[in-house]
């Protein structure tokens, strides 16, 4: 009662400290995007339309847009706060009332809401700008966002300013300028957000931002200068070139940097009358469109550039990963052919021991038996039965000396037909009984060892014209994979072959083991490369994976499988006896 009693007090206390962390950081959230806004709002309100007093541009619908979709719904409230206080000071500092401040600011932060939850509806919470796709995601949710808060903020002008402007026309002025800020802003912020979870390289960090800077110097030269070459092609021509390197070399935060310079320095230079969207020849309307489009096409251009760059770039690098992965999967594959090649000789030697060793055996007998003659017939003791019964012995011993080393013979050339079949791949005829015989002599001493026996039922007829090393390969496979996996945990099991023709041009074969049988979900991957029940006994996963590519490709058949738990397993292998060439 004590422990619970002192612990009761640390729990609140540890809780009142983790709500009051939340509650500084939504604060502290809050009055930085309130400060940001408020400056981008003071820099719009410089240069407003005439008469109705819209903003031309409006890049702190961008702030609060990207701050939402870059921290996600949990920093909703203080971007809320932040953007309707900032709406609120801004608009007071100039010619507002407080009516038409609030309703202002309650559609700027409905604006900013709607942004970004069409956002983390369609794309979900982790949104970025590397995907085309994502690009125009944002535009279209900035255009149904901006066309909604343009309604109540026509409205309100309307209402409580007395404009004569007619009402489609202002909603159009806020629609431009709100989705301008969007489209300019957002995206900056929502790739800075990327870039601090995913750092770039330093390399490429350096890159990029010597080429913005670069950018910046030229867009400065383009859009403060005036001169015949620009009047003729436009500043965003001549930006294009290095918004091009950008979004080609470095990641979209650099290229959202860049459009960001030049929005920027196209709203500076429109606002105070400066270089070439200062034109006093132009009207304001003239230059004010001319800004607005120069604004569209590099942002658009430069985020577009940048989604599509990013797309194969990361396209690249799949393929290079699969590269990897499909060498990877060869090297495995092969080594373990090559294991089973190892088992083979493994096979050979246990083999050939049994008859070679009763040779050595029987032939050093008989070597002391007729040294032990000669003696006998040197001392002239040599009886007629003595003579006979050395005749018997001489007889049974060669006897079985060339029965021996006859079974070791038969055991060679099967194994050296065997071991020619796995190293090549070359397509002979053969008798598929035999075949499999040999193939059972190899693999004999791992069945004796796991107390395991095989029956074959097949006919001597059946003559494939095929390939007998991915034959041998597949059946190997097939019974090492019921010895490790079908019969684990019991003393020993059965497994059977048959085949039968289907047909002049096919023949059915079946392998099946009364082992514990497969699970349905372990049943639906069994062929799948790398997947195993028993990857900590040090299984690959690439036993039935190498015997279904073999049966599918290389022997151009088809292949089965059925399995239940404790009913043991069944696979079905229909071949031709022409293989595919």
Partial sequence: MVRQDLRIP???????SINLTGWVRSIGLAVTVGIVYFVAARLSLALLTKPEGVAVFWPAAGVSAGALIALGSRARWPVVAGTMA???????????????????????????VITAWLIEHYFGPDFRL???????????????ATAVSGVGGAIT?????????????????????????IITVAPLLIELASASRDRP????????????????????????????????????????????????????????????????????????????????????????????????????????????????????????????????????????????????????AHEISSPIGTSLTVASTLAHRTSEFTDQIASRQVRRALLVEFADGCRGATGQLVANLQR??????????????????????????????QVMASVRSRLLKSR???????????????????YGQVLTNLIFNAVTHGFTGRPGGQI???????????????????????????????????FTTRRAQGSTGLGLYIVHNLVTQQLGGKITLTSAPGKGTTIGMTLPMLAPG
């Fill in 201 to 348: 390289p330093l390399s490429e960090l350096v890159e990029g931002a010597l080429t913005v800077a670069v950018l910046a110097l030229v867009s400065g030269l383009a859009i403060f200068l005036r001169s015949e070459l620009l009047a003729n092609v436009g500043p965003v021509a001549v930006l294009f070139a290095p918004l091009l390197w950008l979004a080609a070399r470095c990641r979209p935060v650099f290229a959202a940097a860049a459009a960001f310079i030049v929005s920027l320095s196209i709203v500076w230079t429109t606002t105070f009358g400066i270089g070439y969207f200062g034109n006093p020849d132009l009207s304001m309307d003239q230059r004010v469109g001319a800004a607005q489009l120069s604004i569209l096409l590099v942002t658009l251009g430069a985020s577009v550039l940048a989604a599509l760059f990013a797309e194969f770039r990361d396209k690249r690098r799949l393929a290079e990963v699969a590269l990897h992965a499909s060498e990877t999967q060869r090297y495995l594959i092969e080594s373990e052919r090559l294991a089973a090649l190892g088992g083979l000789v493994a096979g050979v």
């Fill in 130 to 144: 590397s995907r085309l796709s994502n690009v125009l995601g944002l535009t279209a949710a900035a255009i149904v």
């Fill in 10 to 16: 640390v729990q609140d206390e540890l809780s009142a």
């Fill in 496 to 530: 059977m072959i048959k085949a039968h023709r289907l047909g002049p041009d096919e023949v059915e074969i079946t392998f099946g083991d009364d082992g514990c049988g497969m699970p349905e979900e372990v049943r639906r991957r069994a062929f799948d490369p790398f």
């Fill in 452 to 470: 395991s026996s095989i029956a074959i039922e097949m006919p001597f007829d059946i003559i494939m014209n095929s390939f007998p090393g991915p």
């Fill in 86 to 112: 900032a709406t609120i000071a801004a608009n007071l500092s100039g010619d507002r009332n407080l009516g038409s401040a609030v309703l202002f600011a309650l559609c700027n932060a409905g604006e900013a």
């Fill in 157 to 181: 002008f309307k209402l409580l300013h007395s404009t004569t402007t007619p009402i489609l026309t202002t909603w159009q002025h806020w629609f431009a300028s709100d989705g301008l800020g």
């Fill in 408 to 437: 070791a013979a038969e055991l060679i050339q099967s194994f050296k037909q065997v071991a020619a079949d796995r190293s090549s791949d070359d397509q002979r005829v053969f008798d598929l009984k035999l075949a499999t015989e």
